[in-house]
T-cell receptor, first 115, second 114 residues
Framework: KQEVTQIPAALSVPEGENLVLNCSFT??????LQWFRQDPGKGLTSLLL?????REQTSGRLNASLDKSSGRSTLYIAASQPGDSATYLC??????????????FGKGTKLSVKP | DGGITQSPKYLFRKEGQNVTLSCEQN?????MYWYRQDPGQGLRLIYY???????QKGDIAEGYSVSREKKESFPLTVTSAQKNPTAFYLC?????????????FGQGTRLTVV
């Protein structure tokens, strides 16, 4: 059964620092991996989608990488800002027929960027 | 503006009462999903639908029911059989259920039992 783990559970950094959030998954048979941002009491905002055939995706100050063979993804945030404070969720879409390709989520990393 | 609309934002349920959460999308997506989020836990799948008039149980379907009569709408009913319904409920959609499609989420409904 696919499991997704995110480490650390919480992270506090000073403004301007570059940082990396980690996501690992147990089964490499996936369609894609998606990173989301969630602000308190809000829904999920899609940040980046990496297809299984891709190695990385970039959007502004965000860069996500995917190493399917080792079951790992990282989300790199450059020059962090207080507005980046949120919970970041990683999710994989398994290839297995039984799951119908539904997303499997990690528990998230709660990021706090201090001014 | 294309997107997913969930309503209401907050909902209060009395013991033994059924309540229905609304989810509407204008993205022309075929697949729609309902997830439940509890503090300290990842999102868990309740029900999903790949096409109109068809839906499947997810990991925690007991005490919930859904319908998919229109492509745009996927309402979730929390029945009195759900023993611990207090949670944050999120609706999502994607073009199809597999093949690497990006999922988009609504803003959620917070349900509280009073």
């Amino acid at each position: 059964k696919q499991e997704v783990t995110q480490i650390p559970a919480a992270l506090s950094v000073p403004e301007g620092e570059n940082l990396v959030l980690n996501c690992s998954f147990t089964d490499s048979a996936i369609y894609n991996l998606q990173w989301f941002r969630q602000d308190p009491g809000k829904g999920l905002t899609s940040l980046l989608l990496i297809q299984s055939s891709q190695r990385e995706q970039t959007s502004g100050r965000l860069n996500a990488s995917l190493d399917k063979s080792s079951g790992r993804s990282t989300l790199y945030i450059a020059a962090s800002q207080p507005g980046d404070s949120a919970t970041y969720l990683c999710a994989v879409r398994p290839l297995s027929r039984g799951s119908q390709g539904n997303l499997i989520f990690g528990k998230g990393t709660k990021l706090s960027v201090k001014p | 503006d294309g997107g997913i609309t969930q309503s209401p934002k907050y909902l209060f349920r009395k013991e033994g009462q059924n309540v229905t959460l609304s989810c509407e999308q204008n993205l022309n997506h075929d697949a729609m999903y309902w997830y439940r989020q509890d503090p300290g836990q990842g999102l868990r799948l309740i029900y999903y639908s790949q096409i109109v008039n068809d839906f499947q149980k997810g990991d925690i379907a007991e005490g919930y029911s859904v319908s998919r009569e229109k492509k745009e709408s996927f309402p979730l009913t929390v029945t009195s059989a759900q023993k611990n319904p207090t949670a944050f409920y999120l609706c999502a959609s994607s073009v199809t259920g597999g093949a690497g499609n990006e999922a988009f989420f609504g803003q959620g409904t917070r349900l509280t039992v009073v």
